[in-house]
């Protein structure tokens, strides 16, 4: 079963943490009016000519009892804030990775029923060749789906854990794109305008593997979240400093304040019972791992006229 992570937690110590300050403020108060109405009996004591038995100096415990309660209060609230704080984020978690539990159930679930479906028509006597040569094709196409989501499970791992072998040679990257381009259009992308912008040739030092998850992951995004007619467009820019790659896409682009979390591990925009598109929101975490592991970076812009702009940046090794 998912447990669904419950924001009353969060309430219910926000409440306990206003509680306890109130409730302290509240004997702080009691102690200076106990401090007052000392020095006042002990001032009668002595003006009827009796020892009080103590120093008459009221300024000196109202000094004390704040002096010793403001560095209280401010422990007091400090430790509570980063209580609070913690518990926020352990929430958060809880819930990405509730959505992350979800989404791969799903992810798994169709494609094991698309086979299950395929492999008993199959079964199924007197099927014509040709039939069977397609069912099969469409299997094959489903288990290589699992297989990707898989990889993808485990590459996240791995550049979690700092393990992800990177081993750099001289790639061409224009050429690169081209061939990852060819497949997309042949895959995920067949919908879409693919487009390259760039000089000719564009030869870096670079880890071919890393770049081509790096392109594969933002370009699927891209198909994924613009409709199907829009143009994708990748843009190469050779600096003395570096490169960049752009990948642009006409799609919902992601609002400024989900930018640096759509980098973190299982994030998507949006709560998994109500989005209608499959992923696990591992896809830009690995993006950012393996731009980080060349020395590089990506970030989100706004497209002019709408959607996104993936930008990410290596420098000339
Ligand atoms: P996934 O696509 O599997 O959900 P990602 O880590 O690749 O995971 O993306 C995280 C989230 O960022 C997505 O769920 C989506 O909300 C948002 N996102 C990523 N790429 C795009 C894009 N090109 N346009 C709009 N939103 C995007």
Redesign the pocket.
């Known amino acids: 079963m998912i447990v669904r992570p419950r924001r009353s937690t969060l309430v219910l110590f926000g409440v306990m943490a206003v509680y306890i300050v109130i409730q302290f403020l509240w004997w702080g108060v009691l102690l200076l009016r106990k401090d007052a109405e000392t020095h006042r009996l002990a001032t009668e004591v002595m003006a009827l000519g009796g020892d009080p038995g103590l120093a008459l100096d009221p300024a000196r415990g109202l000094r004390m009892v704040l002096g010793e309660g403001i560095v209280f209060l401010l422990l007091l609230v400090l430790v509570l804030f980063l209580t609070f704080r913690s518990i926020r984020r352990d929430l958060a978690f809880a819930r990405t990775q509730r959505n992350f539990l979800l989404a791969v159930s799903h992810e798994l679930r169709t494609p094991i029923a698309a086979i299950k479906l395929q492999l008993q028509t199959l079964g199924r006597a007197g099927l014509e060749e040709a039939h069977a040569v397609g069912l099969k094709e469409q299997a094959l196409a489903e288990v290589d789906r699992l297989a990707l989501l898989t990889d993808k499970v485990l590459l996240a791992t791995r550049a979690e854990e700092g393990v992800v072998d990177i081993r750099t040679s001289e790639v061409d990257v224009m050429g690169a794109l081209r061939d990852l381009l060819a497949r997309a259009r042949s895959q995920y992308a067949s919908g879409h305008q693919l487009e390259i912008l760039g000089p000719d040739q564009v030869v870096v030092r670079t880890d071919p593997e890393a770049l081509r998850s790096i392109v594969d ?1 933002l370009v699927e ?2 198909a ?3 409709p199907p007619g829009t143009v994708i467009r990748l843009e190469v820019i050779h600096g003395r400093d570096g490169w960049r790659l752009l990948i642009s ?1 006409e ?4 609002p400024p304040a989900e930018r640096t979390r ?1 980098f973190d591990k299982f ?4 709560n998994e019972e109500t989005r209608r598109t499959q ?7 690995i993006v950012q791992r393996l731009a980080q592991r060349l020395g590089g970076a990506v970030t989100i812009q706004d497209r002019p006229g709408g959607g ?1 702009i ?1 930008a990410a940046s290596f420098p000339n090794r």
């Open positions: 992951n995004n891209a994924k979240y613009a896409d799609g919902p682009g992601i759509v994030y998507r925009v949006g992923g696990t929101g591992l896809g830009l975490y996104s993936f």
